[in-house]
């Protein structure tokens, strides 16, 4: 498994898309916004999986939105 480049930001909503043999992860500040956007990578069919939101150390609130 490669090292992410990055750092996560605490409180920042998290999820991976699928695209191919690459796993994208995509974040949004808020989790409304989050979960808008986790389904609508759904509804076009995308391969994707929820992570929560960073708290610095662990995810919380692991348990995927509903669409």
């Known amino acids: 498994m490669r090292k992410k ?5 605490e409180g920042h909503y998290y999820f991976n898309v699928k695209s191919g043999h690459q796993m994208i992860t995509i974040y949004r500040k808020e989790k409304k916004s989050a979960v808008n956007a986790f389904n609508n990578y759904i509804k076009v069919g995308k391969d994707v999986e929820w992570l929560g939101c960073w708290d610095g150390k662990n995810f919380k ?3 995927a939105p509903n669409s």
């Not at 480049?5 to 930001?9: D, I, K, L, V, W």
């Open 5 to 9: 480049n990055y750092t996560m930001g």
């Open 61 to 63: 609130e692991t348990k």
